[in-house]
């Protein structure tokens, strides 16, 4: 055999080797599509999901504390859980910080209308199952709503730096994004 042949099937078994050993491992995708149950960065999928759920529900309660005469349909709220970096060790207790936007309904709109958002923290026991959440910092989007309803920042009443939520440390309020001053 010559040595140009000899190299390809030397390089053809290296790759088989490596593809088998990826396999093996767990890489890539298995085809089965039924989700993913592995922990991303320690953290079960259930739990992200169950932290999601149990922030969502007290957002929810915190913002309808507040009324608001222009945006008075149904609260709705997204949040986003993060693991912990580094991942937590199996078996102990940790918290998990959500992030949280809050969406009100008008009357006249089929979209709902962008309010704010917040930080939440929600308890993690060494099982897994997420407690109760509670809140970082401000209550934002109550504050966004009291303000809403004196202000009518919904339908653009006044001018949008005064509707604009205050960004912690800073003394006046920041235009939203992609809104100019009139």
Request: proline fraction near 10%; charge should be neutral.
């Amino acid at each position: 055999m010559s040595g140009r042949k000899t190299a390809m099937l030397l390089l053809a078994a290296i790759a088989v080797t490596f593809a088998l050993a990826l396999g093996a491992a767990g890489c890539g995708d298995d085809g089965d599509d039924k989700g993913d149950t592995a922990p991303k960065n320690g953290v079960p999928p259930q739990t992200l999901i169950g932290a999601e759920r149990s922030v969502e529900r007290a957002a929810v309660a915190s913002a309808e504390r507040a009324k608001d005469r222009y945006l008075p349909g149904r609260i709705e709220m997204r949040a986003v859980c993060a693991p912990p970096r580094p991942a937590p060790l199996p078996d102990t207790p940790f918290q998990l910080i959500c992030h949280v936007e809050g969406y009100g309904s008008a009357p006249e709109r089929d979209t709902p209308t962008y309010m704010t958002y917040e930080e939440w923290l929600v308890p993690v026991d060494a099982e897994g199952k997420a407690g109760e959440a509670t809140i970082l910092g401000q209550a934002r989007i109550r504050a966004w709503r009291r303000k809403d309803d004196r202000l009518n920042c919904t339908n653009r009443k006044v001018r949008p730096e005064q509707c604009a939520p205050a960004v912690p440390g800073q003394t006046t309020p920041t235009v939203p994004q992609g809104e100019a001053i009139p």
